[in-house]
């Protein structure tokens, strides 16, 4: 009788830990996004497609590289030695900006010839009215003429800059785009430009000793 009772004691404990084990299991699989969850052919969920490879054994989740970003960016630094110098980035192709492009070529037709002519347009403010270290962004879109679509919409400025240093500058880029634009575009390049979001970056990396720069 002992044995017995020690026979269904185990049995218990077993059938304890077996429900445990499908307890959590269950619960796994709930907090399992169903997004992330393997496909199957008796799957009547959201699932994720699990087949990556004839030679990978078991499910597995492909990895998707995020989409190339729609804006066009470019950083306009001015220093003391080369007054500025266009910095390119996100999606504007390889090579290094020239700043004769703009100048050489009467008919912009590639983006870097686009950032360079827009760089050759910046003159920064004058150094006893500036600021060593401003930065200033803008984000604006052109029309396949080589017109601006709306005025530049400022995104982001130094915070801690005198709001008469911020107008400063919001001044003369205003006045460094009404100096470049219509920009020549060629149809293929005004075509493919034409709405499209393009943002700049600007940076006064000068040598400024002012009361302003102190503040």
């Not at 017109?147 to 800059?161: C, K, M, N």
């Not at 919001?170 to 460094?176: E, F, N």
Request: charged content about 20%.
């Amino acid at each position: 009788m002992l044995a017995l009772g020690k026979v269904i004691a185990a049995c218990c404990a077993a059938i304890a830990i077996a429900d445990g084990a499908a307890t959590n299991g269950v619960q796994a699989q709930v907090r399992q996004p169903p997004a992330q969850a393997p496909c199957s052919v008796l799957s009547g969920r959201p699932c994720h497609p699990s087949f990556c490879g004839v030679f990978h054994r078991g499910p597995c989740f492909p990895e998707y590289l995020p989409p190339l970003g729609e804006d066009l960016r470019v950083t306009i630094t001015s220093t003391d030695e080369n007054g500025t110098i266009s910095q390119p980035s996100g999606n504007a192709g390889n090579g290094k900006a020239d700043a004769d492009d703009g100048a050489n070529n009467h008919t912009v037709d590639s983006i870097m010839a686009m950032f360079a002519a827009l760089r050759a347009c910046w003159v920064p403010p004058p150094k006893e009215q500036a600021r060593h270290g401003m930065q200033y962004t803008i984000r604006f879109a052109f029309k396949s003429d080589g017109e601006i679509i709306a005025p530049p919409w400022r995104t982001f400025s130094s915070h801690d800059a005198p709001a008469d240093v911020r107008d400063l500058y919001g001044a003369a880029i205003d006045a460094a785009l009404k100096r470049c634009t219509p920009l020549p575009f060629s149809k293929g390049m005004g075509e493919s430009i034409a709405g499209r979001p393009i943002v700049i970056r600007f940076v006064d990396d000068r040598t400024i000793d002012n009361a302003k720069n102190q503040q």
